[in-house]
């Protein structure tokens, strides 16, 4: 299909990086309130050392909010704006679980854990985190602990995965469950990685859509009433489109659907789109932006068929941002009111990991700041 392409050629925008402020003004009055900013970490100038950052939508912001020389990582912005969790390591590289005021002030450590403590996420409420305890050898647990620090609690062994890469704790949207990846080591001949819900007790564990394929990295939509994922077949048939790629399936488990190509899909807050990433018809990653249907917001475009010269009617295809030569462009976030999207990458012109901006109609992408950690995916609140 051919589809909707908003690159960049030769010449790019021209970055504007601004320089580090502490001025309290420009937090609206309230220094410690990080409402519509995005926080990332990044690395200095010296390259010793990462950090966590605040920058504002249109990059005239920009602030440092943790200093010394632990390698800080993996932030996330509590719900009400006020509070960062994130991974800090010390001397022996291991990451342990903290948690700062919003100007970054109050440092404190709130859990150490056998292994690396990181990618932790808020519950709905913004009382509770929960966060994994990542093993060298792709083993994780994962724990819960409310925001005081106190009432720290394992509530999932042994999660195994095939890879390094692995997904954020997701709550639901009433903040009684948390779905999750790991291997299904009772099917011996397969082997798949699958989706699961266990109450935050830990208790009630339980495959969420079957675990016959292959499917992970779910998001719960905002009402709670779906749940989007990529899934992978394991016998594909190449006659069919669906063997692979983002689906949906109702929060109860039931009518899975497939939606698209492309895999990390993520709702908007106003549950009115997903955004996923996906190779373009030049084989470089891709931000898209498509309905909960699968279709484009408003665009059809003819596509080709390859066995003969004629063209035929497509259908409604996605919104794209891409780049030209872009393979790290991924993980998107989305601004609070749904109408932007974050998403780091490196391009061959920008050799440095950059954060870009870009709104929901997928024009005019403006890149805020370089030196981003691309591992450390962007919170926005």
Not at 5 to 31: H, M, N, P, R, Y
Not at 52 to 66: E, M, Q
Not at 67 to 83: C, E, I, L, M, Q
Not at 193 to 202: A, I, K, Q, R
Request: overall charge negative.
């Amino acid at each position: 299909m051919k589809k909707l392409l908003l690159s960049f050629t030769a010449v790019l925008i021209v970055l504007v990086f601004t320089c580090c402020t502490q001025i309290k003004e420009v937090f609206k009055g309230d220094a410690d309130n990080l409402k519509g900013f995005i926080v990332y970490a990044g690395v200095e100038g010296d390259g010793n050392g990462t950090f966590i950052y605040a920058v504002s939508p249109d990059g005239s912001v920009k602030k440092r909010l943790t200093t010394g020389v632990r390698s800080d990582n993996y932030p996330a912005v509590s719900p009400d704006g006020k509070t960062v969790v994130f991974s800090s390591a010390g001397d022996d590289y291991k990451n342990r679980l903290y948690l700062m005021n919003g100007d970054g002030s109050k440092i404190r450590q709130i859990a150490a854990t056998e292994n690396d403590a990181e990618l932790a996420s808020w519950s709905p409420d913004g009382q509770r985190i929960a966060f994994l305890d990542r093993s060298s050898d792709h083993v994780t647990s994962i724990y819960v602990i409310n925001k005081n620090g106190k009432g720290l609690k394992k509530i999932v062994s042994g999660c195994a995965h095939h890879d390094s890469y692995q997904y954020v704790p997701e709550w639901s949207a009433d903040g009684k469950y948390i779905l999750y990846n790991k291997i299904n080591t009772d099917d011996k001949d397969n082997n798949p990685e699958c989706m699961y819900l266990v109450n935050t007790d830990g208790s009630g564990e339980k495959i969420f859509g079957g675990c016959e394929q292959t499917r992970i990295d779910g998001n719960f939509s905002p009402d709670g009433s779906k749940v989007v994922y990529y899934m992978e077949r394991k016998e594909m048939n190449y006659n069919r489109s669906d063997n692979m790629g983002v689906f949906i399936m109702n929060s109860d488990g039931t009518k899975e659907t497939y939606l698209t190509p492309g895999y990390r899909p993520v709702w908007s807050p106003d549950g009115a789109y997903i955004a996923y990433t996906a190779a373009d018809i030049n084989y470089s990653n891709a931000i898209f932006i498509m309905y909960p249907d699968g279709t484009g917001p408003g665009r059809t475009e003819t596509e080709q068929n390859m066995y003969e010269d004629e063209t035929e009617e497509g259908d409604a295809i996605p919104l794209q941002i891409t780049f030209d030569g872009a393979g790290g462009v991924k993980d998107p976030v989305w601004s609070p009111d749904s109408k932007k999207i974050a998403f780091v990458t490196e391009t061959s012109e920008v050799a440095e990991g950059a954060l870009w901006v870009a709104d929901v109609s997928g024009n005019s992408p403006a890149a805020l700041v370089k030196n981003v950690l691309g591992r450390s995916r962007p919170s926005w609140r």
